[in-house]
């Protein structure tokens, strides 16, 4: 038996599975929270792919939908607090879409925890620290989405 | 220009019956798209294809413009069929990653990739009522329910239930003495997909679907969706393994045991009936829909100018034709309803209910063209006595 073989497949066992996470941050609050977790150096899970977007309202069913259909084990919507949209109202249209998008994905029949809605303003460093935590370890507790077979690159 | 002319163009022109134009240009007069103004010809793309003018028709946004509504092809005096032509050219299309662009950002082609991976369970009987009979794996009836919960589900502000329809259906397949096979293993039946151009995905979900509906050992199989009853009718055929069931739509299936059935005599209402594109020209369903309605005791039906053959699509499809010129149709579809004096309109297809549905919204115009809508299931059901 190759020893390096079994020595590698000992280090996978140990290795705790790390979840993919999509986070959907707007630009004027969640997405300058993260830079505040950031500049504060405030420990956190890496486990996420940030995008960022100009306003929460702007992140429509299909964004979250497409994440999931590429095989992301979970999925963060995240904007202004209600009342503090750079854009008046745009997260309160983030708010409708959301609904909408979690009637869907519950159809599906994915697991509610996978997808989550988070309002971060651009002060709360900590906050998004904790809830990018929080949101990581309940996915990873969900175990790997079942989508997540990778079987085409498109 | 380019005139590379691959065997693959070749091969689809010529099941396509191209060769036989002889440039009337007839399917052009007659597109809805060209009439409103859209850059759409249907003739220009039978040319380009019996010349071998690939790269002219599939890297060119009027491949997509096409409603796929089968109104040219009614009229070609030599019976090409063009849309064969363009489910075709827009499988080229896609594998080189030309996809049409979706008004709602690709969430239900991104659903029904998800479907087609089909690793969930699906939650999508929960609408079913307590007083319809319905069982889950074998029986002699196959209903098939389409995806209206999904439709509901993202269409909420609409005003619009699908599932009503849906409903309906099972009531009327009840009163007739059938306890129909409703599986919440369904999956889309990837009709979309497969007019996108996914052929991959569309496969996956066909296999699954036809495997499913054989395994329930139904001898019928009752469709409500135009749509979906075009892709069994049509495009599942070859995943067949034995004989397919005997494949009927909801108004087949009614008219064929009507005599079974009493209706009441409600206030009287004037109704009018909006042939869908799949039902109507794809597979020749004209009949029975008004069969139905005639037989209802307060259902007076009038027909609108452009009726059964000659019937304008909603300019739907396929989630990729919405623009102006689809906006343009749908309202002058509206208006035709509306100057018929009818009361509702009666369809028999969730997504013109959808499409008119969102061509209503529109602040200007609102009552100009704002029409009630009821799916014929509905109207039927409703008329039941006792």
């Known amino acids: 038996m190759n020893p390096t073989k079994t020595k590698r497949s000992k280090k996978a066992k140990s290795t705790k599975w790390n979840p993919n996470i999509v986070v959907f941050a707007c630009n004027w609050c969640s997405y300058a929270g993260a830079d505040t977790a950031g500049v504060s150096r405030i420990q956190h899970q890496p486990h996420f792919k940030m995008i960022r977007v100009m306003c929460s309202g702007r992140i429509q069913p299909g964004f979250v939908f497409k994440a999931f259909e590429k095989g992301a084990d979970g999925v963060l919507v995240s904007g202004c607090h209600i009342g503090d949209c750079h854009y008046i109202f745009g997260n309160e249209r983030a708010l409708e879409q959301f609904d909408k998008t979690k009637n869907m994905v519950r159809l599906l029949g994915l697991e509610d925890g996978r997808l989550r809605l988070e309002w971060i303003s651009a002060a709360e460093g900590a906050r998004f620290a904790q809830v990018i935590n929080e949101f990581t370890d309940q996915v990873r507790k969900l175990g790997p989405s079942p989508l997540n077979t990778d079987n085409r690159k498109r | ?386």
């Not at chain 2, 009531?171 to 997909?193: F, K, Q």
């Open chain 2, 1 to 386: 220009m380019k005139t590379t002319s691959t065997p693959e163009l070749a091969e689809i022109a010529e099941k396509a019956k191209t060769w036989a134009c002889y440039d009337c240009g007839k399917c052009t007069a007659t597109c809805p798209i060209a009439r409103v103004g859209g850059a759409l010809s249907p003739r220009r793309q039978v040319l380009a294809a019996n010349l071998g003018h690939r790269e002219d028709i599939v890297n060119n946004n009027a491949l997509f413009a096409c409603l796929t509504c089968g109104l040219c092809s009614v009229r070609c005096p030599v019976g090409v069929v063009y849309g064969k032509l363009v489910q075709s050219l827009r499988q080229i299309a896609y594998h080189e990653g030309i996809e049409p662009e979706c008004p709602h950002g690709g969430a239900l082609q991104s659903m029904m990739r998800m479907m087609a991976k089909g690793k969930t369970k699906q939650d999508r009987l929960n609408w079913l009522t307590e007083d319809l009979k319905v069982q889950q794996k074998k029986g002699e009836v196959f209903y098939w329910t389409g995806c209206t919960m999904y439709y509901d589900a993202f269409f909420p502000d609409f005003n619009i239930a699908t599932l009503d329809a849906t409903r309906a259906a099972i009531r009327l397949l009840n009163r007739l003495g059938v306890t129909p096979v409703v599986s919440p293993d369904e999956r889309c039946c990837g009709h979309d997909l497969l007019w996108n151009g996914d052929r991959e995905n569309f496969e996956l979900l066909a296999r699954h679907n036809v495997k499913l509906v054989e395994s329930s050992s139904a001898e019928t199989l009752v469709v409500s969706c135009a749509e979906c009853l075009r892709t069994w009718k049509i495009d599942y055929q070859p995943f067949f393994e034995g004989s397919p069931p005997k494949i009927m739509h909801i108004t087949e299936f009614v008219a064929e045991h009507l005599d079974d059935l009493k209706f009441k005599a409600n206030e009287e209402h004037t109704v009018t009936y909006q042939d869908p594109c799949r039902l109507g020209r794809h597979l020749g369903i004209y009949d029975p829909p008004r069969v139905l309605l005639e037989a209802l005791p307060d259902i007076n039906l009038v027909e609108m100018p452009r009726s059964g053959r000659n019937a304008i699509c909603c300019a739907g499809g396929t989630w990729s034709n919405c623009d102006r010129y689809a906006k343009h149709i749908q309202v002058d579809r509206l208006r035709e309803a509306k100057s018929t004096g009818a009361e509702y309109l009666v369809t028999a297809c969730p997504k013109c209910q959808i499409h008119f549905a969102c061509a209503m919204k529109d602040p200007n115009l609102h009552e100009e063209i704002e029409i009630p809508m009821r799916d014929i299931a509905t109207v039927v059901a409703e008329a039941l006595s006792g």
